[in-house]
């Protein structure tokens, strides 16, 4: 995996984790295909590189 490619997935992932945090902030409930999403980009974030 380059470089480039772990970032992106690292900020992807960041991302997504403030939207969640700033709903949560807000009042709003966590919404269960965004728990889902995040579990899914942070099993992605796990993979071992190539």
């Known amino acids: ?3 480039n490619e772990k970032t ?3 900020d992807l ?3 997504v984790g403030q939207n969640m945090e700033t709903r949560d902030r807000w009042g709003y409930d966590l919404h269960p295909e965004d728990a ?3 579990a899914l ?4 974030a ?3 590189e190539r």
């Open 36 to 38: 889902a999403e995040l």
């Open 41 to 44: 980009w942070e099993g992605i």
């Open 13 to 15: 992932k960041w991302l």
């Open 46 to 48: 796990a993979w071992p």
């Open 8 to 10: 992106a997935r690292e």
């Open 1 to 3: 995996m380059s470089e």
